[in-house]
Every structure is written in structure tokens, then in C-alpha cells.
């Protein structure tokens, strides 16, 4: 029945759309109000469990599984198994769900694979067992994210009015979060073993309740008007796709009547015509300069951050083994938000000249192996130094990162062309992720670091 009511939806919906836009706005204040904070939700989710890793990864690394490289083989582990889980899905092999079912299924699986960590860090700490599994863990979780994040932007895309940009606030926030409650954490909580395994045990905890919050919320959204046509939509589609790919679907397929008003002001005949299409490989080749800029960025930052950091001498470890690391995964935070923000009040660089920053970023490698490397009394050791240095980092990554992805798309003409530039903008993004580990790995491997 329910179903039923889905698939005809899409029709009976039109009225209320057509009232609704006249009225000046597709969502109504209080609806839109409640929808902002529901795809926050979702992206403080997506990546919560990742940034857990990333708050305690001192603890983890030092403290629960010392001299086993725990995080330098998890952050390879996760970084692979992304970059493996996004080519999967450019060849469809994930499209079994549409974008709502995925939301709320892998919030699901995300909610198990976080109690399966807290399991494994309380029973297997010290062990080998607890650090491979740890280590297997990280690839699902990574597979999981891979398929969530991209279907979780799409269902905010497919909405009356776009949700993108409030799942992308919720990302950057899951980092503060993460951040805010380790420190919070560490204060109260002894720092024998037992509080180290306590704390690590609280912070997956949470992620299995946000997990499972954020598959409620999914799964409630039918309840909305504005929602439930566009949910309609995408799954009349996704039945659709079963007959044929998933990429000719995309090609040939008309644009639902929600996405025509909010579509660009032109004909959807001109929009759907074969003349403004372009191919992949053509769109690949107008943007290329972007697609460096993204792969750069974020293989220079993998290269060197969690693990190289993980690696720094701390101050006061007896007491405050971790501190160092939570402050400079909050620098890392704090600097890729703002590098993020600062073009939206006019710090911005030209699209012609932005590969000049995303290359001179390689100096960072041999910066933190210097760091790494100095000794005590030097300048480099200072833990204003590694603070300055990691705040730079951050804010190079989150500048270069976001105005490659408004770039791109602004490269080529037609939305079914922006969203092909919008989709490879993503691969090239995890491409640079898994290629800056693997150079890590290799850098630790021949002991440049």
C-alpha cells in the first residue's frame, strides 16, 4: 500500500509543488527549518566514526595497540577501501537501492560496524587479533561511507530545494564534535589503561547512536509532502534502472517535473538534447586543471596527516599522552573549515593560477618528515611549530579543495554536464586520498619519515 502510495506520488504532488512555488518557496519555513537540521544530521553521520579514529588515534596508536603501526595500516585500510567502494559505484554495481533505502541502510550498517569497534578495543586491546580487526573494520567502514556520502548528497540534491551545503555543514561540524567531546573525555576520565580503553569505548558508542539516529531520521522523511514526492521520484527512477545502466538512465531519462523548477532557466528540450551533452571523457578533458587541483590537495594531506602526526614526539605523555593529538586533529578541523569559508567573503584564486598552491603543497611531505626528525631543543620540535604547521595544512586543503569543486562544474555548460563534472571532481577527491596514503606507506617503508 505504502508503496503504492510512493509510486503515485509523483503526479499527485504536482499541485502542491505548483502551489508551493507560487507562494514563493518549494518547502515551507518550518519544514525547511526541521529538513536543515535532519541532512546536518546526516553529515555529522557520514562521518563521525572516521573522525572518532581520528580524535583518539593517540590513544589508539600509542596506548592500545603500541608498536602494531595501527594507524598508519587503518588510515590505508580506509582510504583503499573508499577509493574501491567509488568505483564500484561508477559501475553501477551499487545502484540496488535508490538514494533513501542507502541513507537509511547504511546508517544502519555504519551503527553495527562502530559497535563492533567498541567490542574490539574493551576485549582485544595489546593484541594483534584487536589491531588486524580494527584494520578489517576500517576497509567496511570505509566501503560503507563511500556508498553513503555520495547517495546521501544525492538524496539532498533530489529534494524541492537542494540540502547539499547542509550536509557538507554537518561534515565539518562531525570533526568539531568529535574533537570537542575527546577533550571534554580526557579531562574527566583517568588516563591509566582502563580510562584510555573507556574513553576510545564512549566515543564509538556515540557513533553507533548517531548511526542509528540518523536511519530514523532517513526513514521519517516520507512523512513530509515536500519529501515524500521527491522520494517518489528517485525510487520510479531506480525501479526504471533495473532494465537498463545506470549511466544510460541518467542520459536518457527526463528531468522529473520537481527538478524542472529548480533546474537552470532553460528549455528542458535544450537541456535534453543530444548536442548539450558531453561525454566523460570530454568533460574530463575540460576540467583537468581542477581534477589535478583535487588530487593534489588531498594527496599531499594524506601523505603526511593522521599517521606522520601520530609519529611527533608529545608533551607531558604520562599525563597527557593524547592532547597533542586531539589539538592538532582540531587544528586540522578548524583550518579546513575556514580555508573552506574565507572564498565566500572574496579570498579567492583565479582558476588559471590555483595550481600553483596545490603544488608547492608537496613541500609539507618533507616539513613534517623535518619535524618528525628534529631534535628536542630545536625550532621544529616546538609544539607551536607543529600547531602553525598543521593549521596550514588544513586551511591549504580546505581552500584549494573547495574552489576546485566550484570550478569545476562552473567549466562546463548544462546541468547534465555540471553533474558529470561534480562526479568526477569526487573520484579524483579519493583517488588523492588513496594515493597520499599508499606514498605514505611508502615513505615510512623506505624510512624517509
Known sequence: MKSERLENSSTASIPYFTSL?????????????YARLVFITFGIASLFMWNTYLSCYGILNKQLFPGMGFIQYVQTSYMTSVFIGNLTMVFGLTHIFDPHHCTVIFNCVGALQSSTICLSVWLLHGTYLGCSLNILIAGLVAFSCAIL??????????????????VSLGQSLSGAITFT?????????????????LLVTVMFALSTIISLFAAFLAQSLTKSPWCYS?????????NSSTLISVNQFRNDSQLSYEDSLVSAPISLETENSFECRSTHLEVTRQIWPQLYNIFMSFMVTLAVFPTIC????????????????????????????????????????????????????????????????????????????????????????????YLAFIYGPETVYFRHNKEKASFLLAIYNVAGMTAGSWLMNLLVWVKYF
Open 21 to 33: 512555488f507560487q507562494s514563493g518557496g518549494l518547502i515551507p519555513k518550518r519544514e525547511r527549518l
Open 149 to 166: 556520502i555520495p547517495e546521501t548528497f544525492t538524496l539532498a540534491a533530489i529534494m524541492p530545494e537542494s540540502f547539499c551545503s547542509d
Open 181 to 197: 567531546l575527546t577533550i571534554i573525555l580526557d579531562i574527566f576520565i583517568p588516563h591509566d589503561i582502563q580510562g584510555r580503553k
Open 230 to 238: 521527491a522520494i517518489a521520484e528517485i525510487r520510479r527512477q531506480s
Open 310 to 401: 601520530a609519529e611527533w614526539d608529545t608533551f607531558l605523555p604520562g599525563k597527557y599522552s593524547n592532547l597533542l593529538m586531539v589539538i592538532l586533529v582540531g587544528m586540522f578541523h578548524l583550518g579546513d573549515m575556514l580555508g573552506r569559508h574565507v572564498p565566500k567573503f572574496g579570498f579567492t584564486i583565479p582558476p588559471s593560477l590555483l595550481w600553483i598552491l596545490t603544488t608547492s603543497r608537496l613541500a609539507f611531505i618533507p616539513l613534517y618528515a623535518a619535524i618528525k626528525n628534529a631534535s628536542y631543543d630545536s625550532f621544529l620540535a616546538s609544539i607551536w611549530t607543529k600547531i602553525i604547521v598543521q593549521f596550514f595544512l588544513a586551511f591549504t586543503n580546505g581552500l584549494s579543495a
